[in-house]
């Protein structure tokens, strides 16, 4: 293996180049490989970010709308304002609407939304909000005549989605594609209620003599100074409404989860109306969030701290296991816990997995223990405890600060070890590429080789390419490419790993740990070794939540994160919310947490023990 260097792009990882003993030529194709993938965009793991608006504050202050319930005439506006919304702000594509600020567009409509008391003050509150940036806007309590439509010599425009919209380095993009003048391209027109609402998802190609509106950034009525924030109702619910709509429109996986999601707007919009702060409100994202079983959902508060107490826990034998403690807690592996904070943990866990958690059973199992040991900073956790030999205990737990190096894991072997004779450990959360090159005698002399991914590689892939005779192909990796409302006629830019082999050949006998920690690009590197049968896959499923983790932006400094892009397995089958499923399936036992035993580790190393003694 000498002579082999990791190539990176972005936060993404990809396969090595190599030189030495491998030809030159070799050498050069797997550059331009790597480089085409770039410039493909195939790459499985990264972040595509809108920004989002608003300055951090921490306390409601004049001008904030006090929270208060909403009756169901006044959902019923909003709602029909949350789809004329969404389909304007993310397909009309006229120089208007490209410059407006459409957070505070939404902050200033809603009001106005809110207090119509009729179709028709709907439709003139609508008229009044869209009209001067959508073109041939048109909306009323009456039914439309005929569609005169835009015309006009200068060409038209019409968005192009390539997945929601994002930084650079993630290859999410939205532009503006010109269209010919022939027709009158399409058109949004429904009936929302009693309103009727039309317009183009075309805008006029202007030229440089028709400069773009200014954007609105101002918010009436309010203080001079005056930022959104958590604190203030309206702000709430035009983050729900610009949230659902990103969701609505750009969330991959419609098709495969059981969810309909329209009817999910009218109850977050009444949380968002109740929730009486800006935590309050965080916590009502977070339940939104689980609703999409997406186990990259989720809801942030950028200035919301949490800490943790030292201590993991997992669910075995259908009872909450401490499966390692810091030892300054005094508490034991494999004691029972009964309550934390004087809540029983069952419960908990249950709770957890219904309101902040979202993906795979197993998934959601596996974060809502996370969860639990979550605090406020400052707070101790209190856990009943039935010990090992049946010792019932209190114990007390000062909660840390929330950080990698403060985050409660069983101890394992060192990264890249030698565990018996022959059998060589490696752990690639814990090691660096170059890490990993400098053992390359330890490597390539192995006999048997267990790679543990339960955790997210610190590094490249790379390693793949010496497990293989041929190429290796990973599931696809698949980003829509969006050109109407919901998803209608949308295709997808399909992309993957090409693992091409690489020398030196590593053994055979090689076995790759597994359990619902492998989340996203871990579960790339699974399903390669799973499609071309590169190991024995040991353990438990994989999270099922694999393509890019998006941020989308919203009022008040919130930010909702999802998966941006579909991964199908190389059969064509399901992956979401189902995982790369071992081999072997193993599951540890109280018993065995006692007695400070890893399990699933075990289990790899016997099926290498028994490789090692084949011909």
């Known amino acids: 293996m000498a002579g082999l260097s990791a190539v990176h792009f972005g936060d993404c990882m990809t396969s090595p180049s190599i030189s030495g003993d491998a030809s030159m030529k070799t050498l050069a194709f797997f550059r331009l490989t790597l480089v085409a993938a770039a410039l493909a965009l195939t790459l499985p793991q990264g972040v595509a970010l809108a920004q989002s608006t608003g300055q951090p504050r921490d306390a409601a202050v004049a001008g904030d709308v006090p929270a208060a319930a909403l009756s169901e005439a006044e959902i019923a506006n909003l709602r029909t304002f949350a789809r004329v919304y969404t389909v304007a702000r993310w397909f009309h594509p006229s120089d208007a609407a490209l410059a407006a600020d459409w957070d505070a567009l939404a902050i200033e409509a809603i009001p106005q939304v809110i207090a119509a008391g009729d179709e028709r003050a709907l439709a003139a509150v609508l008229e009044s909000v869209f009209a001067p940036i959508v073109e041939h806007f048109e909306a009323s309590a009456e039914p439309l005549g005929p569609y005169a439509g835009p015309a006009n010599a200068n060409g038209r425009w019409q968005w192009i ?43 006029e190609k202007l030229g440089d003599e028709h400069p773009s509106a200014e954007p609105r950034t101002t918010f009436s009525g309010r203080p001079e100074g005056w930022t959104p924030a958590g604190f203030d109702r309206t702000t709430r619910i035009a983050a729900t409404i610009i949230g659902w709509g990103v969701l609505d429109q750009f969330y991959p996986y419609w098709d495969v989860v059981d969810v309909d999601w329209d009817t999910k707007l009218g109850p977050q919009l009444q949380r968002a109306a109740m929730a009486e702060d800006d935590v309050a409100f965080h916590d009502a994202l977070r339940l939104m969030m689980h609703e999409i079983e997406d186990g990259h959902g989720g ?18 034998e259908d009872k909450i296991v401490v499966a390692w403690a810091r030892p300054e807690t005094g508490i034991r592996a494999g004691s029972v816990v009964s309550s934390i904070d004087g809540v029983d943990a069952g419960e908990l866990m249950h709770r957890f997995k219904s309101e902040r958690a979202s993906g795979s059973e197993h998934f959601r199992t596996m974060r809502a223990l996370a969860v639990m040991i979550e605090g406020e900073p400052g707070t101790r956790a209190q856990f009943s405890l039935v010990e090992p030999d049946g010792t019932e205990r209190e114990v007390e737990v000062e909660r840390v600060a929330y950080t990698r190096e403060n985050w409660p894991e069983a101890p394992r072997p060192e990264p890249v070890s030698q565990i018996e004779p022959g059998i060589v450990y490696v752990d690639p959360s814990r090691v660096t590429d170059e890490e990993l090159i400098a053992q390359v005698d330890l490597l390539s002399g192995a006999q048997g080789l267990v790679f543990d991914l339960r955790g997210r590689p610190r590094g490249s892939s790379f390693f ?6 041929e190429l290796a192909l990973s599931a696809r990796m698949e980003r829509p490419v969006i050109e109407r409302p919901d998803q209608q006629g949308v295709s997808f830019s399909e992309g993957g790993w090409r693992m091409q082999p690489l020398l030196p050949r590593l053994t055979s006998n090689t076995v790759f740990l597994s359990n619902a920690t492998a989340v996203s690009y871990p579960e790339s590197v699974l399903g390669v070794v799973k499609g071309n049968a590169l190991g ?8 099922g939540a694999n393509g890019n983790v998006t941020l989308a932006g919203l009022p008040g400094g919130y930010r909702i994160m999802f998966t941006g892009m579909r991964v199908v397995n190389q059969d064509g089958s399901v992956h979401h919310n189902i995982g790369v499923v071992p081999d072997v399936i193993v599951e540890p036992t109280i018993a065995g947490l006692a007695a400070g035993r890893d399990e699933i580790l075990e289990a790899g190393l016997a099926i290498v023990r028994e490789g090692l003694s084949q011909p």
């Open 464 to 469: 793949l390419s010496h497990l293989t005779d």
């Open 161 to 203: 989605h390539n997945g929601f919209q994002g930084i650079r380095q993630s290859g999410y993009s939205k532009f503006r594609r010109e269209i010919g003048t022939l027709g009158q391209g399409p058109i949004f027109e429904e009936q929302l209620g009693g309103v009727h609402v039309r317009f183009p998802l075309t805008g």
């Open 299 to 316: 809801a942030q508060l950028r200035w919301r701290d949490i800490e943790i107490a030292p201590v993991a826990l997992e669910h075995i």
């Open 536 to 543: 024995t896959i040991v353990g438990q499923a994989s999270a």
